[in-house]
């Protein structure tokens, strides 16, 4: 079932959006070479419930943890552990969720930490870009499939570093996992494709109250994923680095306002040409 929030449901969503933003600066931050995904798990834990906020996936059908860190070929779900410790040239993808009055915020970004490949950094680049013409789609009236036309688009517009490579190359963009409504529960419908199947249908309409969590996933090599052992980690089946990339939104008359974008996702989206001027 769909929920449609109210201005002061919204409100409340804001207000997560803005405790899972401030904690994902800190552990921006913070990630650095010899730190631990358990290190970055504690910094989340003292600053979500420093706000007063709960975190989301603490418990969440049995996660141990109250964010997902994946490093490298690890696309999603990854547990935060003192095992895993984070080496120069990593791409650390850290998933955070934050609930404030019963309602939740979700965001997602995957951070370069110290000498990364340039091929790394333009995998970041294009799934982040990719995320915020996603978002950058979707207008009071349309469809949900507007925003996933929008990723795919953009994604597909660009260059793979390794298309000169005898055979070629070309973006995997992950289909097993999908962006999805959000509001007092964290997983809600509709899901939100970062692709365009032959036979996928329109989606619903986009309204106000509509709240999405939008989060394209990219492989540098294949699309294909697998289930590590621990029943949380996915991983590239190739063994090709991943990235990651979230944001909690909603729609108004200006158009999207990001909720855990600190600025509401003003700069990003006025970039684009998408935010009508302020009266």
Same mark, same amino acid.
């Given at each position: 079932? @769909?929920?449609?929030?109210?201005?002061?449901?919204? !409100?409340?969503?804001?207000?997560? $959006?803005? /405790?899972?933003?401030?904690? %994902? *600066?800190?552990?921006?931050?913070?990630?650095?070479?010899?730190?631990?995904?358990?290190?970055?798990?504690?910094?989340?834990?003292?600053?979500?419930?420093?706000?007063?906020?709960?975190?989301?996936?603490?418990?969440?059908?049995?996660?141990?943890?109250?964010?997902?860190?994946?490093?490298?070929?690890?696309?999603?779900?990854?547990?935060?552990?003192?095992?895993?410790?984070?080496?120069?040239?990593?791409?650390?993808?850290?998933?955070?969720?934050? @609930?404030?009055?019963?309602?939740?915020?979700?965001? !997602?970004?995957?951070?370069?930490? $110290?000498? /990364?490949?340039?091929?790394? %950094? *333009?995998?970041?680049?294009?799934?982040?870009?990719?995320?915020?013409?996603?978002?950058?789609?979707?207008?009071?009236?349309?469809?949900?499939?507007?925003?996933?036309?929008?990723?795919?688009?953009?994604?597909?517009?660009?260059?793979?570093?390794?298309?000169?490579?005898?055979?070629?190359?070309?973006?995997?963009?992950?289909?097993?996992?999908?962006?999805?409504?959000?509001?007092?529960?964290?997983?809600?419908?509709?899901?939100?494709?970062?692709?365009?199947?032959?036979?996928?249908?329109?989606?619903?309409?986009?309204?106000?109250?509509?709240?999405?969590?939008?989060?394209?996933?990219?492989?540098?090599?294949?699309?294909?994923?697998?289930?590590?052992?621990?029943?949380?980690?996915?991983?590239?089946?190739?063994?090709?680095?991943?990235?990651?990339?979230?944001?909690?939104?909603?729609?108004?008359?200006?158009?999207?306002?990001?909720?855990?974008?600190?600025?509401?996702?003003?700069?990003?989206?006025?970039?684009?040409?998408?935010?009508?001027?302020?009266?």
């Amino acid at each position: 079932m @769909i929920q449609i929030k109210t201005e002061a449901e919204i !409100a409340l969503m804001r207000q997560a $959006g803005l /405790v899972v933003g401030r904690t %994902l *600066e800190k552990l921006k931050a913070a990630a650095a070479p010899g730190m631990t995904t358990a290190d970055l798990d504690a910094i989340a834990e003292e600053s979500i419930r420093g706000e007063g906020a709960i975190p989301s996936f603490l418990g969440y059908r049995g996660f141990p943890a109250r964010i997902c860190t994946s490093i490298n070929s690890e696309i999603v779900h990854g547990i935060p552990s003192t095992r895993a410790v984070i080496r120069d040239g990593d791409v650390v993808s850290i998933d955070c969720g934050a @609930i404030v009055d019963g309602y939740h915020g979700d965001a !997602a970004v995957t951070v370069p930490v $110290g000498n /990364v490949k340039p091929e790394l %950094l *333009e995998l970041l680049r294009v799934t982040e870009e990719s995320l915020w013409h996603g978002i950058a789609a979707a207008r009071l009236g349309g469809r949900l499939i507007d925003i996933s036309r929008g990723i795919e688009d953009y994604i597909r517009s660009q260059r793979h570093p390794f298309a000169d490579r005898p055979g070629g190359a070309s973006w995997g963009i992950v289909e097993e996992y999908v962006g999805h409504g959000i509001g007092t529960e964290m997983h809600q419908d509709p899901q939100v494709y970062n692709y365009v199947g032959r036979r996928m249908a329109k989606g619903p309409e986009l309204v106000k109250g509509l709240a999405l969590a939008v989060e394209p996933m990219v492989n540098l090599g294949s699309r294909s994923t697998r289930v590590l052992d621990d029943g949380w980690t996915v991983v590239t089946e190739d063994g090709f680095p991943s990235a990651h990339f979230e944001h909690t939104f909603t729609l108004t008359e200006r158009g999207p306002w990001v909720l855990t974008a600190l600025d509401g996702g003003e700069e990003r989206l006025a970039a684009l040409g998408v935010l009508k001027v302020s009266a």
